[in-house]
């Protein structure tokens, strides 16, 4: 199954294997597609939509979209940059998120893109929710207002560390992150090594006691804006 696919981004040729999603293909080809539940090694399962691409001029999540000869697919047009900025508007306003109080600051995924689309302050009102703090457990703390569902605590959990220690409860705007134990992550075996620990794209899942080991304004995204590592990566 290597057969060779092409197809374009935005007019440009992408020449892709069988089998390869759409973001896959475009991340080797040195063309970003915003994305935040997606990471590298996990299977996606295409929940926060921000990497929604236009295929054939339908809408589809690039994370999950296999490749298909001829394709035509559009990534950088208004409507979509719209959409997406619609999404991260979104997701500032149903937590709470308060940068300049995060540890994680500098290294969010979520206020990089943030940043990446100029969002200075969210057009939609804030909703301020009551989210709980879990801090039982002696490594590690679950923050909840900082939490955007992306679920990937849940797949690597799951699917690397093989203990499931995380997943969803409730719908809507009750759905939130639990543990699987009665009650709070100290009572469950997550461990401070297990992959999951340090997979959040927020600070909503942090490890405990290495606060500010890099300073901030040293931090990954205070440098370069959160894709550039794929562009850069452009060979013409
Ligand atoms: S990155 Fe594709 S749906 Fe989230």
Known sequence: MSENINFTIDGVEIKAKHGETILEAADKAGVYIPRLCYMKGLIPHGSCRVCTVMVNGRPQAACTQPVVNGIVVENN??????????????????????????????????QAMAYRFGIAAPKYPYSFPAKDIDASHPDIFIDRNRCILCGRCVSTSRDIDGKSTFGFVGRGPHKKIAVNADKDLGDTNADVKDKAASSCPVGALMIKRVGYAVPLGNRKYDKKPIGSEIESSKSN
């Open 77 to 110: 047009t208004p409507a979509l940059q719209t959409h997406r900025r619609n999404l991260i508007d979104m997701l500032f306003v149903e937590g709470n998120h308060f940068c300049m109080f995060c540890e994680k600051s500098g290294n969010c995924e979520l």
